[in-house]
């Protein structure tokens, strides 16, 4: 502060009172040549260098540096140069003799020059970007990795999360039509990285070929979809901000829940009570900001998309079909036959020509055989034999009574008594479980051990009347002896 009004002084001695430059040297104390610095300058300069410092022996060695540079630009960024490996290739390569702290400066600069720089965007309302994350959970006892599907609104800040097991096209179908749902409608566009999911190949234009899931997706909901550059993240830094809040907020500690339904109840919860807070320098709260969104939203379809992968195959000659490298089990009448097969989040459904043939819960596992029962009894029935060999029987947890309805069968009819058990467990095709238990059990009851009285119990007790059994057929049931009324019986009552 005193130099700075010691400048002031000076140039007003000069300026404004008249005296001369050698005047005011003696007066100030100050040598000519500063006293005219004071005068050519309004305020002081600061320290100046004409020209930058010559760098005589790291200067033939410049372009060297600036390979080293280039190649790390390729380089996995835990193996990439620091000032000092290149000081050190430097002094041991090519005989530098200079110091480390001038090749530290030039890196220290020329790695700031090369650093790439943004352009502040806008954010209309009405548009959207979607990008996955990972994370781990405990689902159902199990600690596991989970995928998360991220659908951010950047005008807004409004997010919706969704966890799946794995990064599938179904879970990517899955999360758009749940996101939709979310927000009450869809956004006019959607910004997306180059994922697999949705672009099968870049073309040499820049133009990307869609996926047929992405192709059906866009078509059903009539959204603009946009892509960033290949490798920039930044292009869509809105969701990639959204993915690593949602880790460090929504799943730490690490989540513990019975199901994936269960976790992502919370998720969604999570994803509400955020709205009521406030993000960037707005003062208003996400919700409010949410509505403008909504202003613009297209309306929702009639019918949201099914959100499955379709793929055609074809069924085994053990009923057997195959969807990412499980099996999956369909009516033994169905072989050999071409299917459409859906693949779900958690399920898979097999059809023929728009009709449902089988549907059985999705496996994530690795040549997982995945059977109902059901399907093979017909020929089982058939192949009597096959009975307790069947591998899609094995682990099938039917009540004990049916154990015990076999063995007394069996018991009494020889061979007979096992086809007439299969025939017993055919009932399951077309009533429920708890009807045919119940009838199973009062047959034994009864002693009326044989397929024909299961049937006509359970007919009765879903006709709600009482079951009429043949004395004839079943020998084993007690019979009811009915005398004569005399009029001496009635004595008795009398007594």
Known sequence: MF?????????????????????????????????AKMCAFSLPPGYRRAKPPEKPKLGPLLPVIDAMLREDRLSPARQQHTAKRIFERLRDEHGYGGGYTVVKDYVRLSRARSRETFVPLAHPPGHAQVDFGEAWAEIGGVRQKVHYFCMDLPHSDACFVKAYPRETTEAFLDGHVSAFAFFGGVPLSILYDNLKIAVARICGDGKRERTRAFTELVSHYLFADRFGRPGKGNDKGKVEALVKHARAMFMVPIPVAASFDELNERLAKDCLARQNGHAGRY????????????????????????????????????????YRTNDYSVPTAYGFRDVLVKGFVDEVVISIAGEEIARHPRSYGEGAFVANPLHYLALIEQKPGALDQAAALQGWDLPEIFQHLRHL???????????????????LEALPLAVVTDAVTQAVQLGAIGFDAVKLIALARIERRPPRLDLAAYPHLPRTDVKTTRAADYGVLAA
Not at 413 to 420: I, Q, Y
């Open 3 to 35: 130099a700075l009004e010691s400048y002031a002084a000076v140039r007003r001695f000069v300026f404004v009172e008249g005296h001369s430059r050698r005047e005011a040297a003696k007066v100030f104390g100050l040598s000519r040549d500063t006293v």
């Open 283 to 322: 003062a208003d709260t996400i919700a409010e900001r949410l509505a403008a969104d909504r202003q613009v939203f297209r309306a929702l379809p009639a019918v949201p998309l099914e959100p499955c992968e379709k793929r055609s195959a074809r069924v085994s000659s053990t009923a057997l079909v195959r």
């Open 409 to 427: 069968l069996e018991a009494r009819m020889g061979n007979k008594g096992k086809r007439e058990f299969i025939q017993v467990l055919r009932l």
